[in-house]
């Protein structure tokens, strides 16, 4: 059975860095495209970041380019969001998220539970 | 303001059939697949519809996608009260270069 696990989140003030994880398991790793999509309090999803499976095409959406870098480790079935400089408009609820496919093209299949970042002073 | 337009909202009653609409360009839905996502309260989102109309095993036959042009359509037919949740619809958008998402519409079941 797929299972995302994301974790890493918390309380973090305006200007500083988070950084959020997610282990994935169930299925091979290293064959599909991972993703991270948000969804602030009370709106809709909005996708974040997107990394092929062997780290060659990745992609931000214009509100976090130059901010936040995501990566990952295929011996460790594991992906990573590197959050710095951060804002109080970032304050969401983070998905990691297995795509359907190598290439970061935005097929959802298998969600994780999320995990709370929360950006205030 | 999201690419993809949703009504924010759309109500039906038991056994009803309801359908939610998804509006796009050439850009996104004009060229590429429609995804659809159903979010139950307090839960992650879960993939409904991928391909415009092809169903994830273990997804009922009452879900239905349907795609014409910029536009798509998600009908929900026999509508149960566990139906009840928000829906979105997704795309791959040619000149963004990234997937964006519908704003979401929110199914009550009266």
């Known amino acids: 059975e797929v299972e995302v696990v994301d974790s890493g989140g918390g309380l973090v003030q305006p200007g500083r860095s988070l950084r959020l994880s997610c282990i994935a398991s169930g299925f091979t790793f290293d064959d599909y495209a991972m993703h991270w999509v948000r969804q602030a309090p009370g709106k809709g999803l909005e996708w974040v970041a997107g990394i092929s499976w062997n780290r060659v095409n990745i992609g931000y959406a214009d509100s976090v380019k130059g901010r936040f870098t995501i990566s990952r480790d295929n011996a460790r079935n594991s992906v990573s969001l590197q959050m710095n400089s951060l804002r109080v408009e970032d304050t969401a609820v983070y998905y990691c998220?297995?795509?359907?496919?190598?290439?970061?093209?935005?097929?959802?299949?298998?969600w994780g539970q999320g995990t709370l970042v929360t950006v205030s002073s | 303001q999201s690419v993809l337009t949703q009504p924010p909202s759309a109500s039906g009653t038991p056994g009803q059939r309801v359908s939610i609409s998804c509006s796009g360009n050439?850009?996104?839905?004009?060229?590429?697949?429609v995804f659809w996502y159903q979010q139950l309260p307090g839960m992650a989102p879960k993939l409904l519809i991928y391909r415009n109309y092809q169903r994830p095993a273990g997804v009922p036959d009452r879900f239905s996608g349907s795609k014409s042009g910029t536009s798509a359509s998600l009908a929900i037919s026999g509508l149960r009260s566990e139906d009840e949740a928000d829906y979105y619809c997704s795309s791959w958008d040619d000149s963004l270069i990234g997937p964006v998402f519908g704003g979401g519409t929110k199914l009550t079941v009266l």
């Open positions: 998220v297995k795509d359907r496919e190598q290439l970061p093209r935005g097929y959802f299949q298998h």
């Open positions: 050439s850009s996104n839905i004009g060229g590429n697949s």
